[in-house]
């Protein structure tokens, strides 16, 4: 936690928190935290764990692929993922503004010796295909190879339509190219673009979910793809110190997680929705809403003090993580009606306290 969330989490409450700094937040219910409990289990690097192969079995059969293999981590599992693709000198295409390129404290070239070439995304979040045909490299020994592409969906929230995915990935494969699908909230962009899990994993070869986003198990992400790639990643994994053992204690919160929390998805969505519509009404903010995220910023080129924002909210017990140009607010399955309510009091108490309001 940054020391400015220390600070602010040192004062005492007598309620627990709202916490929208992000999905990642949420702590396991009691009736995940049975499951766990009582989770049949065994040695996963003998592929021995029941509850561990029951959970890539179900992932990558929903997905339409061959097999599934559990991960410690999103980052972990986008890394396996690419170093299972690419060798050394290889050359992943993908968005200045993935995570893969931007977040994963490059990786991919620290491990695998592999470069990035990257492009902007467009508005919708998407790479568009001519950017992508002009990146790839030509067959000339002055050029790395183009191996991979690496997409992303939703993005910052984003849920790209299976169209503008499917392009992207087009582009990349008529080259040759295989594609890697960074799905950290795969499901919710599956709820918001109302396709199923096969259709959005059918652009990608392999395709990585996270359960501790908008899932809400404590930790893990699964990688689904081709057998041949899904051996290849379990080597991988190992080298990375990803071999667990009788790690079905989190493979069962995942099962949970795929029969409980999928669905509520759209929950998150609605009251994103919904708080968009009421800070709408307050002059001079810019909202944006994309599946369970809010952005906030300022409709003039004064920004928004973020800072005393953060303030006033965490007086309501309400925490952000305060932003430059932009604010955001990410909704998960402990925000509930009730807290909708503070959240909203507490951005009117906020917006009384600015001058002229
Ligand atoms: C789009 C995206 N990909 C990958 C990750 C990495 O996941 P993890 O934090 O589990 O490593 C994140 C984490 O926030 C993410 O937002």
Redo the contacts with the bound molecule.
Sequence with gaps: MSSYHQAIKASPRNTPWIDLR?D?VTTPGPDMRQVMANAEVGDDVYDDDPTVNLLQDRLAEMLGKEAGLLM???????LSAMLSHCGRGDEIITAKQ???FS??AGGAAIVGGIMFETLETSADGALEPDAIRGAIKPDDIHCPVSRLLCL?N??HGKAIALDRMQAAADAGRAAGMQVHL?G??FFNAVKALNISPADLAGVADTV?I?L??GLGTP?G?VLVGPQEMINKAKRIRKFLGGGMRQVGVLAAAGLYALDHHIERLTDDHNRAAELAAYLSAMDGLAIETATNMIFISSQSSQPIDAHHLAKVLADHGVLITPGDASTRLVMHLEVDDHAMETIKAAFQDWYESQSGN
């Design positions: 992000s990642t410690a981590s999103g980052t972990m599992s986008n993935y995570h893969v977040d994963e992303e939703t993005h960074d950290a909230r990585s996270c501790s986003k930790a992400s």
